[in-house]
């Protein structure tokens, strides 16, 4: 088994990662930001490195600064989490390089899936079903305008190095195609360093259902179930589910076998979440990415296998076996996890301030994944994550009331934060339902 | 005069508009980022743009001044 390893992230991602290698006996290095210094993660490693100022581009994203503090502490491997330098294929290189070992998929494999465009054309060719949508850059706005009508509108207009839902817009007709592109260009080239643009095909009433997926060391891709991430704001997911309650068991089989497919199509290694879109009118679903890391929402398929994917990922990547059967994974139950931010309820606007109140829920199948505590500052920096609220019941019925519960009994003070959009999303009797599609919050926030 | 402030502590992203200039209620003067999220900040009325107090790259702090309209 590995001996150390340096987690190159910060918050709630970087102490789970450290919690779980502790566990297992490795040593653990954080690296963190001016801004960070004060957080449970730093305190919680074995040894931290400051790594540079506040903004991302001089600490977390400076792959020279933070495979020095790799070899300064003599880590033996990286794990990126997810975010920041995760999806870097030339960070990946360069750790490998330095002749440590990188806690993730190959840089093969983050680089042909970091591609949008590139993704969907080799999904396309392994038999996976995409929507109809651009199979190479679009250059300009009138090639945007020509490709759209061969598509179809509505048509969503993508950054195909991007990700996280920024820069990502839809657009009903030419004039919104028009105005949206180069909006989305610039916020590529600014966000993702390329302005490559996709278009795709818009589904009306969608469901997002993705698979975990799991890349073992003999070459077996195994799918550990999905995760229903159709409660979006901005196209950013805020409340996750497992299993979806909006699918049936034969589309189940039938999405877990592609995304084995998928995986294979890329001879991934490692933990990967194949992402879908379900189009609700028809049943039908086809690829929007490949994630080649851990996913912020990773703890919802944890809690109904009882599989800790981070520590999978520390024995995959060591050259080990798992540490099940994979002809054993018997999920059970039902899991939520709700994402909590540091922004209003209404309008979802950042608020960034510091905590003077941290009390979280505990109780019978609750799980609170938290980047801060009492006295820290959250700071404009960084994503506005303070924790992921998760609750894990023997059905849907009873982990609703779980989280019911468990929102209610969150106490946070100091800055707005978005709990009361989930006590609100917790009672809506669409979201009770189960039978909710990616527009949901966009109804319970109306204009 | 109308005085702009900032809503929440953010980063200064972008400065739109110029000292001097004439504005228009609803005209973006500013464009803040904060947690990754990308805040237009609006003339809220008409008249000449007679003050910018925030330059790109600047941290602001809940109502700290943005910009003044007259």
Known sequence: MLESVLVANRGEIARRIIATAHRLGLRAVAVYSEADADLPFVREADVAVPIGPAQPARSYLNGAAVLAAAVQTGAQSVHPGYGFLAESHAFAASVIEAGLTWVGPSPDSIEQMGDKINARNLMEQAGVPVAAGTKQPVADEAAALAAAELIGYPVMIKASAGGGGIGMSAAADPAQLAAGFETARSRAERFFGSPAILLERCIHRARHVEVQILGLNDGRVLALGERDCSVQRRHQKVAEEAPSPGIGPELRASMLATAVRAGQAVSYRGAGTVEFLVDVSTGDFVFLEMNARLQVEHPVTELVTGIDLVEQQFLIAAGLDISFAPDQVAPSGHALELRVYAEDSKRFLPSPGTITEWAEPSGPGVRVDAGYAAGNTVTPFYDPLLAKLCVHGADRAQALQRARAAVASFGIGGLRTNLGFHAELLESPEFGSGGYDTSLVTRLRPG | ?70
């Open chain 2, 1 to 70: 005069m109308s005085e702009v402030r900032a809503e929440m502590v953010a980063n200064v992203w972008k400065v739109v508009a110029a000292e001097g200039e004439a504005v228009t209620d609803g005209d973006t003067l500013v464009i803040l980022e904060s947690m990754k999220m990308e805040i237009p900040v609006l003339a809220e009325d008409s008249g000449t743009l007679t003050r910018l107090a925030v330059a790109e790259g600047d941290v602001v702090q809940e109502g700290d001044l943005i910009a003044v309209i007259e």
